[in-house]
């Protein structure tokens, strides 16, 4: 099989999300085959306790009952992705609930979000991960169900919108993990993120972030040209920020009394600290703000290689991208955005 590098584009339409489910999966049928055929192995040795992917299939076989309770639609989405790329949904699963059955720690991920002096909001998102979803990582999908319209991002064999996505109703979202030793039985966090592509407004995007979640997580959000917003989950507590100029966000709380030593790495800290001393030294906040941010090599928001700390390893920039909900365009980075082009696609 030739293993293409690169990030496919789909266009779906459906009825409902089951059918949007088994299309998904129909059209990326290859792409999930192998993604889950790697991953085992992946899995494994990237795990600390080097545990074998049975034992991760039965770990999540945990977060079914809270998943069927909060968001069945999604989960017959699910099992219908499974179904079309013929393979095991306990299996692909597995994928789904990464972040919450796989003990690695990475580090991974910068958000920020500027308003330009057009009034204009701007969202740019570096993804970081595993050096091998290089290759037949992630995708991109240009999505409706009913009377929804969405365009997302995801990774092979999970949701659309498990990396970044905007809908219709201009609300736009990326995600960064916070770093943690523990997680709780609940939603898996993929599955958040997928559901946040039906949200209409900042309202129902809370609502749907308030519904029990399993990871601690921050995402960067905002509603067409009205409104930018970030949310930090920690357990059950969520703590928003708002900013009329910009937002940053990395993989530690920002707040320093929440802050140890084990959950804000010095290496998020840098990035962070980074992303903010570029913006604020900007004349006039522009794209070009942003490319800047997620370009640099300074505090190596735009990552490219594999390193590991005492807690925690940290991945290469494997994508990138910028969003405009207002006039409903993303920009697509394949690779690290310093030395690859921007593509744009629009909903």
Same mark, same amino acid.
């Given at each position: 099989?030739?293993?293409?590098?690169?990030?496919?584009?789909?266009?779906?339409?459906?009825?409902?999300?089951?059918?949007?489910?088994?299309?998904?999966?129909?059209?990326?049928?290859?792409?999930?085959?192998?993604?889950?055929?790697?991953?085992?192995?992946?899995?494994?040795?990237?795990?600390?306790?080097?545990?074998?992917?049975?034992?991760?299939?039965?770990?999540?076989?945990?977060?079914?009952?809270?998943?069927?309770?909060?968001?069945?639609?999604?989960?017959?989405?699910?099992?219908?992705?499974?179904?079309?790329?013929?393979?095991?949904?306990?299996?692909?699963?597995?994928?789904?609930?990464?972040?919450?059955?796989?003990? %690695?720690? !990475?580090?991974?991920?910068?958000?920020?979000?500027?308003?330009?002096?057009?009034? #204009?909001? =701007? *969202?740019?998102? $570096?993804?970081?991960?595993?050096?091998?979803?290089?290759?037949?990582?992630?995708?991109?999908?240009?999505?409706?169900?009913?009377?929804?319209?969405?365009?997302?991002?995801?990774?092979?064999?999970?949701?659309?919108?498990?990396?970044?996505?905007?809908?219709?109703?201009?609300?736009?979202?990326?995600?960064?993990?916070?770093?943690?030793?523990?997680?709780?039985?609940?939603?898996?966090?993929?599955?958040?993120?997928?559901?946040?592509?039906?949200?209409?407004?900042?309202?129902?995007?809370?609502?749907?972030?308030?519904?029990?979640?399993?990871?601690?997580?921050?995402?960067?959000?905002?509603?067409?040209?009205?409104?930018? %917003?970030? !949310?930090?989950?920690?357990?059950?507590?969520?703590?928003?920020?708002?900013?009329? #100029?910009? =937002? *940053?966000?990395? $993989?530690?709380?920002?707040?320093?009394?929440?802050?140890?030593?084990?959950?804000?790495?010095?290496?998020?800290?840098?990035?962070?600290?980074?992303?903010?001393?570029?913006?604020?030294?900007?004349?006039?906040?522009?794209?070009?703000?942003?490319?800047?941010?997620?370009?640099?090599?300074?505090?190596?928001?735009?990552?490219?290689?594999?390193?590991?700390?005492?807690?925690?390893?940290?991945?290469?920039?494997?994508?990138?991208?910028?969003?405009?909900?207002?006039?409903?365009?993303?920009?697509?980075?394949?690779?690290?955005?310093?030395?690859?082009?921007?593509?744009?696609?629009?909903?």
């Amino acid at each position: 099989m030739k293993i293409k590098r690169g990030i496919p584009f789909i266009e779906i339409s459906a009825k409902d999300n089951e059918e949007f489910g088994y299309k998904l999966g129909k059209k990326l049928k290859k792409e999930i085959q192998y993604r889950l055929e790697k991953n085992k192995k992946l899995y494994h040795e990237a795990s600390a306790w080097k545990k074998p992917f049975s034992h991760f299939v039965e770990e999540s076989k945990k977060y079914l009952v809270p998943l069927e309770k909060n968001f069945p639609e999604l989960l017959k989405e699910a099992k219908a992705i499974a179904r079309g790329a013929e393979v095991p949904f306990e299996e692909l699963f597995v994928i789904m609930c990464e972040n919450e059955v796989v003990d %690695f720690t !990475i580090l991974h991920c910068t958000s920020v979000a500027v308003r330009t002096k057009d009034n #204009e909001i =701007l *969202v740019g998102h $570096n993804e970081d991960w595993f050096q091998e979803y290089t290759k037949w990582g992630l995708f991109l999908v240009k999505g409706k169900i009913g009377k929804n319209r969405f365009l997302a991002t995801g990774f092979i064999g999970n949701l659309a919108g498990s990396s970044v996505g905007f809908n219709e109703a201009g609300v736009v979202h990326t995600d960064n993990s916070l770093m943690s030793a523990r997680f709780t039985i609940g939603v898996p966090r993929s599955f958040h993120l997928r559901a946040l592509l039906d949200a209409k407004d900042p309202k129902d995007a809370l609502r749907i972030l308030n519904k029990t979640g399993s990871a601690v997580s921050n995402t960067m959000m905002a509603w067409s040209d009205r409104k930018l %917003f970030d !949310i930090e989950e920690l357990w059950t507590k969520h703590r928003v920020f708002t900013n009329d #100029e910009f =937002l *940053v966000h990395t $993989n530690h709380p920002i707040l320093k009394k929440y802050q140890t030593k084990k959950n804000s790495p010095a290496e998020s800290r840098k990035r962070y600290k980074r992303a903010v001393e570029i913006l604020s030294n900007e004349k006039e906040l522009t794209i070009e703000s942003i490319k800047k941010v997620l370009r640099d090599h300074k505090a190596k928001i735009c990552e490219h290689r594999r390193k590991k700390d005492k807690y925690v390893m940290s991945a290469p920039t494997i994508a990138s991208f910028i969003m405009n909900p207002r006039d409903k365009w993303i920009m697509v980075c394949c690779g690290q955005p310093c030395v690859n082009p921007y593509k744009k696609y629009y909903l």
